[in-house]
């Protein structure tokens, strides 16, 4: 059974820095394209970044230069290092692992998702 966790959300001031975690059991993370997505009140779901099997990253123009996805084969853990945050970055952030698949939507759609972990960020 596939599971993702994630972790390290929470409240931060602009500017300030936060790191997310997502962690899984079931899944070599080597072999799947990763993703992190990011969902706020009453807007669509933005994909972030992903990484894939070939150690190759994307990015959101709107994240570029500011967050770095990364992952620890040994540990099987995702990262989303994120700095120089702004409010609109408050948003409920999710990661996502495909076989296959590594864009944003069919990474989503048809990807194993976490439960999510809350980032707020305050002006």
């Known amino acids: 059974q596939v599971q993702l966790l994630e972790s390290g959300g929470g409240s931060v001031q602009s500017g300030g820095s936060l790191r997310l975690s997502c962690a899984a059991s079931g899944v070599t993370y080597s072999r799947y394209c990763m993703g992190w997505f990011r969902q706020a009140p009453g807007k669509e779901r933005e994909g972030v970044a992903t990484?894939?099997?070939?150690?190759?990253?994307n990015y959101a123009d709107s994240v570029k230069g500011r967050f770095t996805i990364s992952q620890d084969n040994a540990k099987n853990t995702l990262y989303l290092e994120m700095n120089s945050l702004k409010p609109e970055d408050t948003a409920m952030y999710y990661c996502?692992?495909?076989?296959?698949?590594?864009?944003?939507?069919?990474?989503?759609?048809?990807?194993?998702r976490g439960q999510g972990t809350q980032v707020t960020v305050s002006s």
């Open positions: 990484f894939d099997s070939a150690g190759i990253t």
């Open positions: 996502a692992a495909h076989r296959t698949y590594c864009g944003y939507s069919l990474l989503w759609r048809f990807g194993y």
